[in-house]
């Protein structure tokens, strides 16, 4: 990556690497913007960010898997519109930066990345991060304060009403362990998996065209939802707040069937990351199978967000030897599905399911080990920067 920097911007005085890496969600999907809870791990798939100054006033941004270069006037940045292009992630990013006091400098950026694009894997949160890193440049911000800019900068800039997970685990994943995050209070605890067990993604190699519209109507679902039970229940203030199924249920008629649908499954999903990390500490393998296979029921038909691949890889899975659990991961309609397996079984499951895949789709699957890495970070030694180019 050094050399390709030297190459495209002739000098690497003064540079400097940042690498924020991308996410697998093991369980808890789409209730982060319903304030509840998730259980994410951070990949040895990242994005990294080498910059160093640029002496004439400009913003330059270089990806190397676009093979593309933008430039912008530092001067001109809050003035920006959104173009619909990758370079909206690190230009919402360093307006945002710039709005918390920390002046953006002229530089020249190159972005590399291991996160496969529109896979479910976070590559938007990983390019974020990443990019938030280089243009603070080593002023100090808070970890939790980076990942609610790069939320924010989503959010308003590129006008995706995400929650906060992906942006969260990239900054604090950890080595060895999943990440449970309240995404109310914004804390988290780690969970240390299991002996015995390991986690692969496969990817569809996929992503509708529904994705985002779809998303956003979600939310809004959520939002409908809250409404019609806060006239029985008014302290509900969000869906995180129903106690229990039960309760759920209680005034679930009150609702048109469609939004019932989805509340009901955030409310049950909450319930299944509560009951996963318990059985993950009681190394409970088989149930915490189980519970991924429910949460993906319950994305399939009472959230909709599946999609004719993903339900194909969880259920060619299902039957394959030392196969725990399966579900789809991340926002939906394409992506990736997450794969709870006995270690020793992983090669033969790959094989055996890149070959059901490929028979059905005429696509190759592409699959990723999940080891659980550490959170985003300057990279200092030249061993851990890849070499690409
Ligand atoms: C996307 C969003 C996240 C989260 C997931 C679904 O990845 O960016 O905030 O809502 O979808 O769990």
Same mark, same amino acid.
């Given at each position: 990556?050094?050399?390709?920097?030297?190459?495209?911007?002739?000098?690497?005085?003064?540079?400097?690497?940042?690498?924020?890496?991308?996410?697998?969600?093991?369980?808890?999907?789409?209730?982060?913007?319903?304030?509840?809870?998730?259980?994410?791990?951070?990949?040895?798939?990242?994005?990294?960010?080498?910059?160093?100054?640029?002496?004439?006033? /400009?913003?330059?941004?270089?990806?190397?898997?676009?093979?593309?270069?933008?430039?912008?006037?530092?001067?001109?940045?809050?003035?920006?519109?959104?173009?619909?292009?990758?370079?909206?992630?690190?230009?919402?990013?360093?307006?945002?930066?710039?709005?918390?006091?920390?002046?953006?400098?002229?530089?020249?950026?190159?972005?590399?990345?291991?996160?496969?694009?529109?896979?479910?894997?976070?590559?938007?949160?990983?390019?974020?991060?990443?990019?938030?890193?280089?243009?603070?440049?080593?002023?100090?911000?808070?970890?939790?304060?980076?990942?609610?800019?790069?939320?924010?900068?989503?959010?308003?800039?590129?006008?995706?009403?995400?929650?906060?997970?992906?942006?969260?685990?990239?900054?604090?994943?950890?080595?060895?362990?999943?990440?449970?995050?309240?995404?109310?209070?914004?804390?988290?605890?780690?969970?240390?998996?299991?002996?015995?067990?390991?986690?692969?993604?496969?990817?569809?190699?996929? /992503?509708?065209?529904?994705?985002?519209?779809?998303?956003?109507?979600?939310?809004?679902?959520?939002?409908?939802?809250?409404?019609?039970?806060?006239?029985?229940?008014?302290?509900? /203030?969000?869906?995180?707040?129903?106690?229990?199924?039960?309760?759920?249920?209680?005034?679930?008629?009150?609702?048109?069937?469609?939004?019932?649908?989805?509340?009901?499954?955030?409310?049950?999903?909450?319930?299944?990351?509560?009951?996963?990390?318990?059985?993950?500490?009681?190394?409970?393998?088989?149930?915490?199978?189980?519970?991924?296979?429910?949460?993906?029921?319950?994305?399939?038909?009472?959230?909709?967000?599946?999609?004719?691949?993903?339900?194909?890889?969880?259920?060619?899975?299902?039957?394959?030897?030392?196969?725990?659990?399966?579900?789809?991961?991340?926002?939906?309609?394409?992506?990736?599905?997450?794969?709870?397996?006995?270690?020793?079984?992983?090669?033969?499951?790959?094989?055996?399911?890149?070959?059901?895949?490929?028979?059905?789709?005429?696509?190759?699957?592409?699959?990723?080990?999940?080891?659980?890495?550490?959170?985003?970070?300057?990279?200092?030694?030249?061993?851990?920067?890849?070499?690409?180019?």
């Amino acid at each position: 990556m050094i050399e390709t920097y030297r190459r495209l911007y002739g000098s690497v005085d003064g540079l400097r690497v940042f690498r924020a890496p991308g996410r697998v969600n093991l369980i808890g999907e789409h209730t982060d913007y319903n304030f509840g809870f998730v259980l994410p791990v951070a990949l040895d798939l990242a994005t990294f960010a080498a910059t160093a100054p640029a002496a004439d006033g /400009k913003l330059r941004l270089h990806s190397i898997e676009r093979q593309e270069t933008r430039e912008f006037d530092v001067a001109g940045l809050a003035e920006l519109s959104p173009a619909h292009h990758w370079t909206d992630y690190p230009i919402g990013v360093a307006r945002e930066v710039a709005r918390l006091g920390f002046a953006i400098q002229p530089a020249n950026i190159l972005i590399h990345s291991t996160v496969p694009e529109g896979s479910g894997l976070s590559s938007s949160a990983a390019l974020e991060v990443s990019s938030a890193l280089a243009f603070l440049g080593g002023r100090e911000l808070a970890p939790l304060e980076l990942a609610k800019l790069c939320q924010r900068s989503e959010r308003e800039f590129v006008g995706i009403p995400c929650g906060i997970m992906d942006q969260y685990i990239s900054v604090f994943g950890r080595e060895h362990s999943a990440v449970k995050i309240d995404c109310r209070s914004l804390d988290h605890q780690l969970v240390e998996l299991p002996d015995g067990v390991t986690f692969v993604a496969v990817n569809t190699m996929v /992503k509708h065209a529904l994705a985002g519209s779809a998303y956003k109507d979600r939310v809004a679902e959520c939002a409908a939802a809250v409404t019609a039970i806060q006239q029985e229940f008014p302290s509900v /203030k969000s869906l995180r707040d129903v106690a229990s199924q039960d309760q759920f249920e209680s005034v679930a008629g009150l609702l048109p069937p469609v939004v019932a649908r989805r509340a009901r499954h955030v409310v049950s999903e909450n319930e299944r990351v509560e009951r996963f990390v318990a059985s993950s500490a009681r190394g409970e393998l088989e149930t915490m199978g189980k519970l991924l296979v429910a949460s993906h029921r319950s994305l399939q038909y009472d959230y909709e967000v599946s999609c004719a691949e993903l339900d194909f890889l969880v259920d060619h899975a299902l039957p394959i030897d030392g196969v725990y659990g399966s579900r789809m991961t991340g926002g939906g309609f394409g992506g990736c599905t997450v794969t709870m397996l006995r270690p020793g079984a992983v090669e033969a499951f790959a094989a055996s399911i890149a070959r059901s895949y490929e028979r059905r789709f005429q696509v190759t699957p592409r699959i990723y080990r999940c080891n659980p890495s550490g959170g985003a970070r300057e990279v200092t030694s030249s061993e851990t920067i890849p070499a690409v180019g």
